[in-house]
């Protein structure tokens, strides 16, 4: 790639816990020949994707090229956060060849796109493509929120047109994309993938390639080297909020929740699952640390799909810390942090 050519970036979306970390570590482990620099937008204060993503840093994506902004929306902070980043991934003595962002789990994708117009860094680089990924089996169960129940019940109650902020990122992240994932397609199993694929269709307003992958396992040639210009594209990319000066994130809230050193990793398994059906919480994420164990214990919730594993050695002291995430009016901090301290006592 000469000087002059701009750099590709491939925008990853997807909702809560759809797999995005684990196609972008499938891609660094794969990359094709291209030198990789990543660029992850987690929500809350505490990173835990990016750490997963920095322990697959290589020479292709050394961890000088991984960066990590928590606790912003790109979209809301391009002059101070987003394209000094962009600026210097750019200004790497190796230069990438090509750029990932993982966006938030709630983020809309189609602003984000629009700071690629930005001058400053319009002429170096541009959107190679969006990437949407949906979890296959939820969606087929008609709950890409974690409670379906109390959606509907929502809606009824607000009008029959109402749509909720979880279905408004659903659909506006579809919307966005070039290519559709079905990830956890081992989990759907064949009539989950038809009827999430029929969902994916009747959501999407134009045809899009949809495919079904499991544990991010796909060619990097699918997803990298679309050649969108997604930024010269963004009348076909139809958003709930298109016409409006800003775009919310109030609807979604996020804690921390410090632990003690717990005994059993499935007991505090099952008092996240008791979160997600009793207090609607939507995404639980962090590391803790187990009594004998010399291991980080690595948990990653969507709703009461929870799942835990031991992932490498602790580095400093074992402190022990999960991100919570929940609509804002469902987020009672101090009956969250009660409750799981109740049932892994």
């Known amino acids: 790639m000469t000087d002059l050519a701009k750099i590709p970036v491939t925008v990853i979306t997807g909702f809560l816990g759809a797999g995005k970390t684990t196609l972008i570590r499938?891609?660094?482990?794969?990359?094709?020949?291209?030198?990789?620099?990543?660029?992850?937008?987690?929500?809350?204060?505490?990173?835990?994707?990016?750490?997963?993503?920095?322990?697959?840093?290589?020479?292709?994506?050394?961890?000088?090229?991984?960066?990590?902004?928590?606790?912003?929306?790109?979209?809301?902070?391009?002059?101070?956060?987003?394209?000094?980043?962009?600026?210097?991934?750019?200004?790497?003595?190796?230069?990438?060849?090509?750029?990932?962002?993982?966006?938030?789990?709630?983020?809309?994708?189609?602003?984000?796109?629009?700071?690629?117009?930005?001058?400053?860094?319009?002429?170096?680089?541009?959107v190679d493509g969006v990437i949407a990924l949906a979890d296959a089996e939820a969606v087929a169960a008609g709950r890409f929120a974690p409670d379906a129940d109390a959606v509907a019940a929502q809606a009824q109650a607000e009008g029959a047109d109402h749509e909720t902020p979880l279905s408004e990122v659903f659909e506006d992240q579809l919307a966005c994309a070039d290519l559709v994932l079905l990830t956890k397609a081992d989990l759907a199993g064949e009539a989950g993938l038809a009827a999430a694929r029929a969902v994916v269709e009747a959501e999407s307003p134009r045809p899009i390639p949809i495919l079904a992958v499991t544990e991010g396992a796909v060619d990097p040639q699918v997803i990298l080297g679309i050649e969108a210009a997604?930024?010269?594209?963004?009348?076909?990319?139809?958003?709930?909020?298109?016409?409006?000066?800003?775009?919310?994130?109030?609807?979604?809230?996020?804690?921390?929740?410090?632990?003690?050193?717990?005994?059993?990793?499935?007991?505090?398994?099952?008092?996240?699952?008791?979160?997600?059906?009793?207090?609607?919480?939507?995404?639980?994420?962090?590391?803790?640390?187990?009594?004998?164990?010399?291991?980080?214990?690595?948990?990653?919730?969507?709703?009461?799909?929870?799942?835990?594993?031991?992932?490498?050695?602790w580095s400093g002291s074992r402190q022990s810390r999960l991100v919570v995430i929940a609509e804002r009016g469902d987020l009672d901090e101090a009956a969250i942090r009660q409750d799981l301290l109740a049932r892994i006592g």
Do not use: Y
């Not at 210097?88 to 796109?113: C, N, V």
């Not at 930024?231 to 109030?250: I, N, Q, T, Y």
């Open 230 to 313: 997604a930024e010269d594209d963004l009348a076909a990319r139809p958003s709930h909020h298109d016409g409006a000066d800003d775009h919310e994130h109030d609807d979604f809230a996020s804690t921390v929740v410090d632990l003690p050193e717990i005994a059993d990793p499935e007991r505090l398994a099952e008092a996240i699952r008791a979160l997600a059906t009793e207090r609607n919480v939507l995404r639980v994420k962090g590391h803790v640390a187990v009594a004998g164990k010399p291991m980080r214990l690595l948990v990653q919730a969507v709703g009461a799909r929870v799942r835990h594993q031991f992932d490498r050695p």
């Open 26 to 126: 499938h891609l660094m482990q794969n990359p094709g020949g291209r030198r990789l620099a990543v660029l992850v937008n987690e929500f809350g204060t505490v990173g835990v994707d990016g750490d997963l993503i920095r322990a697959c840093a290589d020479e292709n994506c050394p961890d000088e090229a991984i960066v990590e902004l928590a606790n912003g929306c790109l979209c809301c902070t391009v002059a101070d956060e987003f394209i000094p980043t962009i600026e210097a991934l750019m200004a790497l003595p190796r230069r990438p060849d090509h750029i990932l962002i993982e966006t938030s789990g709630l983020a809309l994708p189609k602003p984000l796109l629009k700071a690629f117009d930005w001058p400053a860094i319009r002429s170096r680089i541009t």
